[in-house]
C-alpha cells in the first residue's frame, strides 16, 4: 500500500506566505501613470475626411501598448517617469502529461493550540521568561548606577580641577560602553537559547503531525486559521498535542550565560542543560 506524503501547511506566527497576481494584458504598476492611446491623425488636405462610424456599431479598441514599468517609482508627479519596455513573454513549450494526484484526504490542526498545550513549550516559554526578567532587572539596576555616579559628578564638579572632570567624565561613559555591550551579549545568549528550544519543538511537531495524519489515513492537512469551515472528524489538534505531549514532555535548554554559537575546544566538557524538573 502506497503512503501519501504528508503537506503540513506552515506553523502560526512563524511561517506566512502571500500570493500577488498579475493580470495578463492592459495592467500598470501602481504610481505610474497608463501610457496615453495615440492621438488620431489629422486627414490630409484636400482630402474628404472619412465617413463616422454608425452609432450601433461600437468603434473598436485600440490595442494595448505592451506594458511598461517605472524605474522612478517615488519620482515626484510633476516630472516624467522614466519609462522601460518589458520584453515580451516567453514561448511556454508544452509539457508532458504527469502522473494524477491522488485524492485529497484532508485534515486540520491548529498549531497556536497545540504549543498551549504542549509541556515542552511551556517549559520553554517559563525559562526564558525568568532570564529575561532577570537581565531587565540588572539592566534597571546599572540605569540607577549611572544616574547616580552623574549626579555625584555633578556635585563635586567645583571641587575638582578640569582634568579630574574629564577623568570621572570618561570613566563614566566607558563604563556605560561596556554595560551595555554585556547587556547585548546576554540578550543575545537568551535568544539563541529560546530559538534552540522551539527548534526541538518544531521539529518533533512535524513528525508527530505526520504520524497522526498518517493513522487517519490523510494525505494534505491544512492550518485552521485557513479553512473557513469544517467538522470536526478533519481536526486532529487534540490528537497531535496529547502525542507531541508524550514523545516530548520537556526539551534541552543550554544553561544561563552559556552561548551555543562558538563550537566548544576538543575535549571541553558539554554546557549542561536545564532540567525540566517533576512534573506535576
Same mark, same amino acid.
Given at each position: ?43 490630409? /488636405?484636400?482630402? @474628404?475626411? =472619412? ?7 461600437? !468603434?473598436?479598441? %485600440? $490595442? +494595448?501598448?505592451?506594458? *511598461? ?15 522601460? /519596455?518589458?520584453? @515580451?513573454? =516567453? ?7 504527469? !502522473?494524477?494526484? %491522488? $485524492? +485529497?484526504?484532508?485534515? *486540520? ?29 540588572? !539592566?534597571?539596576?546599572?540605569? +540607577? ?33 561596556? !554595560? ?101
Amino acid at each position: 500500500m502506497n503512503r501519501f506524503s504528508v503537506v503540513v501547511a506552515g506553523f502560526a506566527a512563524l511561517l506566512s506566505c502571500s500570493v500577488h497576481q498579475v493580470a495578463a494584458q492592459d495592467y500598470f504598476i501602481p504610481g505610474t501613470p497608463r501610457p496615453a492611446a495615440p492621438a488620431p491623425s489629422a486627414p490630409a /488636405q484636400g482630402r @474628404p475626411a =472619412p465617413a463616422q462610424r454608425p452609432a450601433s456599431q461600437p !468603434a473598436q479598441r %485600440p $490595442a +494595448a501598448p505592451p506594458p *511598461v514599468v517605472s524605474a522612478q517609482p517615488n519620482q515626484p508627479d510633476n516630472e516624467p517617469a522614466l519609462q522601460v /519596455q518589458l520584453p @515580451p513573454v =516567453p514561448e511556454l513549450p508544452a509539457l508532458a502529461r504527469g !502522473a494524477t494526484p %491522488p $485524492a +485529497a484526504v484532508i485534515g *486540520v490542526i491548529g498549531v497556536p493550540e497545540v504549543m498551549r498545550a504542549s509541556a515542552a513549550a511551556q517549559m520553554v516559554d517559563k525559562v526564558i521568561g525568568e532570564r529575561r526578567e532577570k537581565l531587565n532587572e540588572d !539592566a534597571q539596576k546599572e540605569q +540607577a548606577a549611572w544616574r547616580d555616579l552623574q549626579q555625584q559628578l555633578a556635585n563635586q564638579r567645583g571641587t575638582m580641577s578640569p582634568e579630574q572632570i574629564r577623568t570621572k567624565e570618561r570613566e563614566l561613559q566607558d563604563r556605560i560602553t561596556n !554595560a551595555q555591550k554585556v547587556f547585548r551579549d546576554r540578550n543575545r545568549v537568551i535568544q539563541e537559547a529560546a530559538q534552540i528550544g522551539v527548534g526541538q519543538i518544531e521539529r518533533t511537531l512535524v513528525a508527530v503531525i505526520r504520524q497522526v495524519s498518517e493513522s487517519h489515513g490523510m494525505n494534505l492537512v491544512l492550518h485552521r486559521a485557513q479553512v473557513a469551515l469544517n467538522i470536526n472528524e478533519f481536526d486532529i489538534t487534540d490528537q497531535v498535542a496529547e502525542q507531541l505531549n508524550k514523545v516530548m514532555p520537556a526539551v534541552s535548554i543550554p544553561a544561563d550565560g552559556v552561548s551555543t554559537v562558538a563550537a566548544p575546544a576538543a575535549g571541553a566538557p558539554a554546557a549542561p542543560a536545564v532540567s525540566p524538573g517533576p512534573r506535576r
